[in-house]
């Protein structure tokens, strides 16, 4: 089956500076490619998705980068603010965006300090 | 329109008590799933649906069942809790390929 890591498990940044996340897939059936953001003692809420048929996807101060060869896509966030703390997962679904499995990597823990 | 809605919200069981998570969407998505969070784990999957009277185990599916009669909901069962099954539960439903989620219930099995 699909596997997702993530990297890194922490990330603590300045108030201002960019973040970066990076997650590798195995699948190479994999064409869907969502993040989701989770605050503490809440659901994981979708910030930002890829297809397989795009390179780069852009939304205001988030941007997700897909390398398909690789195998590997990454989530930027600049300019980030206290507000951006929080547990961001990426996930892979295998199949496309109809009914496929998503796999999700282990997280990584955002700390924006003031 | 609620979206995606779990019940309880928090529950304490005892060992090999029994108990079934509600879940509910009024999207009228046909691909449902339940996933389980445990610190430093991520999200990891359970059961999911495909539509109604149409289930399948995800990763871990041991001492969880499942069944889905309406397009709406998709309860979760466990038959005889254990201490290992401790954890938050999210269910989501699928639409447009991504996945909206509950607002989990955190179970506790002493």
């Known amino acids: 089956g699909e596997n997702v890591e993530q990297h890194p498990s922490t990330l603590s940044v300045q108030e201002g500076d960019s973040a970066v996340i990076k997650c590798t897939y195995s699948d190479s059936a994999s064409n869907y490619f969502p993040w989701y953001k989770q605050e503490l003692g809440k659901r994981p809420q979708l910030i930002i998705d890829i297809r397989s048929n795009v390179g780069e996807k852009k939304d205001q101060r988030i941007a997700v980068t897909l390398n398909k060869t690789a195998k590997h896509f990454s989530l930027h966030i600049t300019e980030t603010q206290p507000e951006d703390s929080a547990v961001y997962f990426c996930?892979?679904?295998?199949?496309?965006?109809?009914?496929?499995?998503?796999?999700f990597g282990q997280g990584t823990i955002l700390t924006v300090h003031p | 329109n609620a979206g995606v809605t779990q019940t309880p919200k928090f529950q304490v069981l005892k060992t090999g008590q029994s108990m079934t998570l509600q879940c509910a969407q009024d999207?009228?998505?046909?691909?449902m799933s339940w996933y389980r969070q445990d610190p430093g784990m991520g999200l990891r999957l359970i059961h999911y649906?495909?539509?109604?009277?149409?289930?399948d185990q995800g990763e871990v599916p041991n001492g969880y069942n499942v069944s889905r009669s309406t397009t709406e909901d998709f309860p979760l069962r466990l038959l005889s809790a254990a201490p290992s099954q401790t954890s938050v539960y999210f269910c989501a439903s699928m639409g447009g390929g991504a996945e909206f989620f509950g607002p989990g219930t955190r179970l506790t099995v002493l």
């Open positions: 999207m009228n998505h046909e691909y």
């Open positions: 996930a892979a679904r295998v199949g496309g965006t109809s009914y496929g499995k998503l796999t």
């Open positions: 649906s495909v539509g109604a009277g149409i289930t």
